[in-house]
């Protein structure tokens, strides 16, 4: 009896999982869930526990044991998306960031995609001139500390602060200065909302960078908009184009390939379409090779909207972070981090980007979206725009260059944090400290050889023939063989369809009017007949033939 006891324990157990899901603000969300939970389940709890109701603009992310990035896909169960063992890490972060987020109806949604967006200055995500780089810092300083108090805020106290990659004592005092005198009064609530109205006229707003190459392997950066899709290399927007031009890219790995197509496909569906009703399953298959199948499973942006203009309830309590100074939080670092570069090896995968998002364009039979919160204001902040063209072929849009730290490596993220006791947790990452003692020469080396491609070119070179040069050659062989079957089926409906026409004596009527044209009637007496005959005389003389014999 106690054996069974303690079995029937062991089976509970093995059927629940726990999950660790790091929030906006850097806080913790832990439960524990059950083996064949949903993504949905998950989400669902994480809203609850934040009083979240317009919901739909957030995601759940997490990083696969490669490194590579994914979105949590609700309809689906969660072990079986993580490919690897529990206890699970993840992150909520924006997915679809809202074009007017002072169109949000309840401020502590606002209040979340201003912790994101702030994280994206952080990283180098959201690229912006000097001066309006110093705003938005001034910005965070209202929203987070308060009014200027000289008993509190003593000479030089932005620089305690870390608000980009990096940044210079001319641009710490010029943030001091909006601080102290242009901003005195304002309450968190109006320095998060001018924030983001500020942050949203610039041209990598809401940017989800995919690290790429261009067609003559030059290093670039691919990201979706709410209107078309942006492709920046340096300190330029090269491209900005709506969803009807397609560009070629090249995708590091397959994985990487994988991800940026299904982030293509949600993005188009979560913006363009007019009802969720309208989502089809998009497919990257062709007639040579086996792809991917995929379906948006949520709600689209103007559905959002408008559930949003029902929401009744009294303004749920929030509670704001306080900032602290970078000096004395180990969770603050400067520059990118490039010391966790995956070892695996990078592959180039070419890419169309509109490649099965055409589907999703002829389902929806409707033009781009427009509403109180989408409207024309937020089309003209990035330049005169008509379709399939580009607002400014090099439109400069930052004094650095784009280079964010968690687009050219993956946000990566603990995987099983009770085993690292010695790491320093840097924005959801776990660092050794043999990782962070690692030269600056060895890092700027590292960047050098993925913005020049020269590793992957070498390894590309020099590599010997491997288990997937033959998976690629069985998937060539068998592209082929399904290109010869689909010939010989298509030959054969055709014949039937000849045989029908002429030899049958249906009466119906498409069959009647494509025998009654002149074309059908020439082919029939001049062509068909005549090797009618001959293959019946041909019968005939083998029936004899056999006969004799």
Not at 196 to 204: F, I, N, S
Not at 302 to 324: C, F, L, N, T, Y
Request: proline share 6%; with cysteine; charged share 25%.
């Amino acid at each position: 009896m106690l054996s069974r006891l303690m079995s029937s324990s062991t089976r509970s157990l093995d059927r629940e999982c726990n999950c660790t899901v790091r929030l906006l603000d850097d806080s913790e969300y832990t439960c524990t869930i059950q083996r064949d939970a949903k993504g949905q389940y998950l989400f669902d709890l994480i809203c609850h526990h934040l009083n979240l109701l317009e919901k739909d603009y957030f995601g759940i992310r997490y990083v696969d044991p490669d490194k590579q990035r994914h979105w949590l896909e609700f309809s689906k169960s969660i072990p079986k998306q993580m490919k690897s063992q529990p206890p699970f890490t993840m992150c909520l972060r924006v997915k679809f960031y809202p074009p007017d987020p002072a169109a949000l109806k309840e401020e502590i949604t606002r209040y979340l995609v201003f912790l994101q967006v702030k994280r994206d200055l952080y990283h180098g995500r959201l690229l912006c001139k000097t001066s309006d780089a110093a705003l938005l810092a001034a910005y965070i300083l209202q929203a987070e500390i308060g009014d200027y108090d000289p008993g509190k805020h003593p000479e030089g106290y932005s620089s305690k602060f870390q608000f980009f990659p990096k940044h210079s004592e001319k641009l710490e005092r010029r943030i001091a200065e909006i601080h102290k005198t242009e901003l005195t009064g304002q309450s968190p609530e109006t320095s998060e909302l001018n924030f983001l109205q500020r942050a949203q006229m610039l041209e990598t707003y809401g940017v989800d960078p995919h690290p790429c190459k261009d067609v003559s392997g030059n290093p670039a950066f691919l990201a979706f908009t709410p209107f078309g899709f942006t492709v920046l290399q340096g300190n330029r927007r090269v491209h900005f184009i709506k969803w009807k031009v397609i560009l070629t890219y090249f995708a590091p790995t397959p994985e990487a390939c994988k991800h940026l197509w299904k982030c293509g496909v949600e993005n188009q569906a979560f913006y363009k379409l007019e009802k969720s009703s309208q989502v089809r399953t998009v497919s990257s298959s062709n007639l040579f090779f086996k792809g991917s199948r995929f379906r948006y499973s949520g709600k689209v942006a103007k559905e959002v909207m408008e559930q949003s203009a029902k929401i009744k309830r009294d303004p749920p309590e929030i509670h704001r972070a306080g900032m602290v100074p970078s000096r004395s939080c180990p969770s603050i670092t400067h520059g990118p981090r490039l010391t966790s570069v995956p070892r695996t090896r990078r592959r180039a995968v070419h890419i169309s980007i509109m490649e099965g998002l055409e589907s999703l364009r002829d389902s929806a039979h409707s033009t781009p979206m427009r509403s109180v919160s989408y409207g024309d204001s937020f089309m003209s902040t990035r330049g005169q725009m008509v379709d399939g063209s580009e607002a400014s072929t090099s439109a400069v849009i930052s004094d650095e260059s784009y280079s964010p730290s968690d687009s050219v490596l993956p946000t990566p993220v603990a995987e099983h944090g009770a085993e690292m006791p010695l790491a320093r947790h840097v924005n959801g990452a776990t660092r050794s400290i043999d990782e962070e003692n690692e030269s600056e020469e060895s890092r700027e080396r590292q960047v050098r050889e993925f913005r020049s491609g020269k590793r992957a070119q070498h390894k590309a070179k020099n590599r010997q023939p491997t288990s997937s040069d033959a998976e690629e050659l069985n998937k060539f062989i068998l592209s082929v063989l399904r290109l010869f079957l689909v010939t010989i089926g298509l030959l054969f409906v055709l014949l039937l369809l000849l045989i029908v026409l002429t030899e049958s004596d249906l009466d119906v009527a498409f069959l009647r009017d494509i025998r009654k044209t002149p074309e059908f009637q020439q082919f029939h007496f001049e062509y068909f007949c005549p090797l009618r005959r001959w293959f019946a005389c041909k019968l005939r003389w083998m029936g004899g033939f056999l006969v004799s014999k």
